[in-house]
């Protein structure tokens, strides 16, 4: 069986319109979390990251559209155009193509919206989408809570080995919405300051916007510098409840497990682990105890919230290329906002930036509904 791999990506983000401008930005210690105090957002202020709307409108309209779009919208054509482009592949019916998101354009049910409501419909996000690419074959919609982003390389994944594509293109995304606040906000989990990943000190999420899109690929021909072989992956649901995360951290742990399985490796052999980290009391103490249950307590660890906040469907593909470019630059980022372990079991919580010999890395995500995905990567070149 061919390998298959993670190739060409783009990251449209609060800290940038492509990755290296994004990674750089991380290197450097920048956050795109800020307070945000605009009613026509949100009733209360809070922290969040969102992408600047001048920037995304200017980058869009480069792309001559024809129609009207969504501001999700704008910002996935934006960022898959770019990997389309990069990638030089031509759309015939050997390309697929899968959208993540959790919520889609839930904020066309807000006042004054010009879109019709239909337009919320997943499904239309997906036709959208395709077609303005003109893509062969009807697009895949992955909407899995927060595992979303990471689920659909999976999926990818799966498809190429089962010959169905040869190559599947991955664009992720999900907008800070009234809907989105108010729900976080009814939970008590919204922090008004910078999130803090398994600090002792943490009080909430952030909610961040992105759209992230990448390429999964069996051909050797078409790999970026950054290219990764995705040596293994696995998911699981705890069936704990609708929200709260498994206090055994058993559905996380069980899919790290088939991950190692098919990939071969022990644990021994991961050098970083990108994790999900989402500075909520329950799910950092959920993540500590499976890392621990699987041996992985000293391994370099780092939470990607503290610079994007959480981007809910698109954080499981933008933390994956992230962790793209840790192997490409031999570099672990640290993880934003931490300074006290506050949570019961050890993890190497990475405290500074800094180079280090990278060969393979965890990618593990979790969310509401008891789901967990953990995929294992390494570097291709």
Do not use: W
């Given at each position: 069986?061919?390998?298959?791999?993670?190739?060409?990506?783009?990251?449209?983000?609060?800290?940038?319109?492509?990755?290296?401008?994004?990674?750089?930005?991380?290197?450097?210690?920048?956050?795109?979390l800020k307070v945000i105090d605009d009613k026509k957002?949100?009733?209360?202020?809070?922290?969040?990251?969102?992408?600047?709307?001048?920037?995304?409108?200017?980058?869009?309209?480069?792309?001559?559209?024809?129609?009207?779009?969504?501001?999700?919208?704008?910002?996935?054509?934006?960022?898959?155009?770019?990997?389309?482009?990069?990638?030089?592949?031509?759309?015939?019916?050997?390309?697929?193509?899968?959208?993540?998101?959790?919520?889609?354009?839930?904020?066309?049910?807000?006042?004054?919206?010009?879109?019709?409501?239909?337009?919320?419909?997943?499904?239309?996000?997906?036709?959208?989408?395709?077609?303005f690419f003109n893509f062969k074959n009807e697009a895949?919609?992955?909407?899995?809570?927060?595992?979303?982003?990471?689920?659909?390389?999976?999926?990818?994944?799966?498809?190429?080995?089962?010959?169905?594509?040869?190559?599947?293109?991955?664009?992720?995304?999900?907008?800070?919405?009234?809907?989105?606040?108010?729900?976080?906000?009814?939970?008590?989990?919204?922090?008004?300051?910078?999130?803090?990943?398994?600090?002792?000190?943490?009080?909430?999420?952030?909610?961040?916007?992105?759209?992230?899109?990448?390429?999964?690929?069996?051909?050797?021909?078409?790999?970026?510098?950054?290219?990764?072989?995705?040596?293994?992956?696995?998911?699981?649901?705890?069936?704990?409840?609708?929200?709260?995360?498994?206090?055994?951290?058993?559905?996380?742990?069980?899919?790290?497990?088939?991950?190692?399985?098919?990939?071969?490796?022990?644990?021994?052999?991961?050098?970083?682990?990108?994790?999900?980290?989402?500075?909520?009391?329950?799910?950092?103490?959920?993540?500590?105890?499976?890392?621990?249950?699987?041996?992985?307590?000293?391994?370099?660890?780092?939470?990607?919230?503290?610079?994007?906040?959480?981007?809910?469907?698109?954080?499981?593909?933008?933390?994956?290329?992230?962790?793209?470019?840790?192997?490409?630059?031999?570099?672990?980022?640290?993880?934003?906002?931490?300074?006290?372990?506050?949570?019961?079991?050890?993890?190497?919580?990475?405290?500074?930036?800094?180079?280090?010999?990278?060969?393979?890395?965890?990618?593990?995500?979790?969310?509401?509904?008891?789901?967990?995905?953990?995929?294992?990567?390494?570097?291709?070149?």
């Amino acid at each position: 069986m061919s390998k298959v791999h993670v190739s060409y990506n783009n990251i449209v983000s609060a800290l940038g319109f492509s990755t290296d401008e994004v990674v750089k930005n991380i290197a450097a210690g920048q956050s795109g979390l800020k307070v945000i105090d605009d009613k026509k957002i949100f009733q209360a202020p809070f922290c969040g990251a969102l992408v600047d709307t001048e920037k995304l409108q200017m980058a869009f309209d480069e792309l001559s559209p024809i129609y009207q779009y969504t501001r999700l919208e704008q910002m996935m054509i934006t960022s898959l155009s770019d990997v389309i482009k990069a990638s030089g592949i031509k759309l015939n019916d050997r390309v697929g193509l899968i959208i993540s998101s959790t919520k889609g354009n839930i904020d066309v049910f807000e006042k004054n919206n010009y879109f019709d409501n239909h337009r919320a419909y997943l499904s239309k996000l997906g036709n959208q989408i395709n077609a303005f690419f003109n893509f062969k074959n009807e697009a895949i919609v992955v909407s899995n809570a927060c595992v979303s982003g990471i689920l659909a390389v999976s999926i990818a994944k799966r498809y190429i080995e089962h010959g169905v594509y040869d190559h599947v293109f991955i664009t992720s995304g999900d907008i800070v919405s009234k809907f989105t606040l108010s729900g976080f906000h009814s939970f008590q989990a919204l922090s008004k300051a910078p999130c803090k990943p398994y600090d002792a000190n943490r009080i909430g999420i952030n909610i961040g916007e992105v759209a992230a899109s990448a390429l999964v690929t069996n051909s050797e021909a078409h790999l970026s510098e950054d290219a990764v072989t995705i040596l293994g992956d696995g998911s699981s649901n705890d069936a704990n409840h609708i929200s709260g995360p498994s206090r055994t951290g058993e559905g996380l742990y069980r899919s790290m497990k088939s991950a190692f399985k098919e990939a071969g490796i022990s644990s021994s052999e991961i050098d970083y682990i990108s994790a999900h980290g989402t500075a909520t009391l329950f799910n950092d103490e959920m993540e500590a105890i499976a890392f621990n249950r699987m041996g992985l307590s000293t391994v370099p660890l780092n939470s990607l919230k503290g610079y994007f906040g959480h981007t809910l469907g698109a954080s499981g593909l933008l933390e994956t290329i992230v962790g793209m470019q840790s192997l490409k630059n031999q570099t672990v980022y640290k993880s934003a906002g931490f300074e006290t372990l506050g949570v019961t079991q050890p993890l190497n919580i990475i405290e500074k930036t800094e180079e280090k010999p990278l060969q393979i890395f965890l990618k593990t995500a979790s969310g509401f509904g008891g789901c967990n995905t953990a995929v294992i990567f390494k570097k291709s070149k």
